[in-house]
C-alpha cells in the first residue's frame, strides 16, 4: 500500500482553538472540511492526546484559523509540535476573543470561522467534532491559503506523530537524503528544501549551514540534530 496517494486529498492547514480567554486552548489541524450548507456544517479532526479536546468537549464550541501560505513554520512549531502544558502558545501570538467566547488567532490568517459542536465521532487517536458555522469573515482576503501539499513540499514542513495525515517516509527510515532530525521537537532539516524563512536555499547540506542557524520549530542549536 503506498500511502502516499492519500496526498493527493486537498487538506489545508489551519489553528483550531476553543477554551476561554482566561484558558485559551490551540493547535494545528489539516484534516477539516465542510460536509453541508444547509446549515452550514464542518468536521475537524483532533488528536486524543491534545488538550484542546478537552477544551471543546467542556465549552461545547471551536475556532479555526486558515493559515496563509507564507506562515513562518514557527508559529505552525509552536501550535503543531508543543502541549499547552508546558507552553505559554498565546503569550506572543495575535488573536481576539470571538463571539463563542473561545480565542481566534489572526497572525497570518486569512479567514476565521467560528462553530458550535453539535456531536463527536470516536475514530480512535482522533475525535471528530461536527460543528456548525456561526460566524465565518475574511481577515486578509488578499492572502492566499497554505494547503498541506505547499508546506510539506515546497516549505519542507512536517507534522507530528499526532498528525491525523502522519506516516514516516520511506526516506527518513532509510536516511537516504541529507536530513537531519531536531531531538528536541522532531522537526527535519532536509537539504532539498533547505529552510527558506531562514534564509537558506535548497540544495544547502546540513554541513554548511550557518553556524547561528537554529531550528526553525523550537530553536534548537544544530548540536541537538541528529542524521536520519
Known amino acids: 500500500m503506498n500511502l502516499d496517494a492519500l496526498f493527493t486529498l486537498n487538506c489545508g492547514m489551519y489553528i483550531l482553538c476553543s477554551g476561554t480567554e482566561k484558558e485559551p486552548s490551540g493547535l494545528i489541524i489539516n484534516a477539516l ?6 446549515p452550514n456544517q464542518v468536521i475537524a479532526s483532533v488528536n486524543k492526546e491534545s488538550l484542546t479536546h478537552k477544551a471543546i468537549d467542556r465549552s461545547g464550541v ?5 493559515l496563509e501560505r507564507e506562515t513562518p513554520l514557527q508559529l505552525i512549531g509552536l501550535y503543531g509540535f508543543f502541549s499547552g502544558k508546558n507552553k505559554a502558545k498565546f503569550s506572543n501570538v495575535k488573536y481576539f476573543i470571538g463571539k463563542t467566547g473561545a480565542p481566534v488567532i489572526t497572525e497570518h490568517s486569512v479567514a476565521y470561522l467560528e462553530a458550535k459542536m453539535v456531536s463527536k465521532l ?5 475525535f471528530l467534532y461536527l460543528g456548525e458555522v456561526l460566524e465565518a469573515e475574511f481577515l486578509n482576503p488578499e492572502l492566499k491559503p497554505m494547503l498541506y501539499t505547499y508546506y510539506r513540499d515546497v516549505k519542507g514542513g512536517k507534522v507530528p506523530r499526532t498528525a491525523a495525515t502522519y506516516h514516516a517516509s520511506p526516506g527518513e527510515e532509510q536516511g537516504v537524503f541529507d536530513r537531519y532530525r531536531c531531538k528536541v521537537c522532531g522537526y527535519i532539516y532536509d537539504s532539498r528544501y533547505g529552510d527558506p524563512d531562514s534564509g537558506i536555499e535548497p540544495g544547502t547540506p546540513f554541513d554548511d549551514l550557518p553556524f547561528q542557524w537554529t531550528c526553525p520549530i523550537c530553536g534548537a542549536q544544530r548540536d541537538q540534530f541528529e542524521q536520519v
Open 33 to 38: 472540511v465542510q460536509v453541508t450548507a444547509f
Open 122 to 126: 470516536d475514530a480512535g487517536t482522533h
Open 62 to 66: 471551536f475556532t479555526v484559523s486558515v
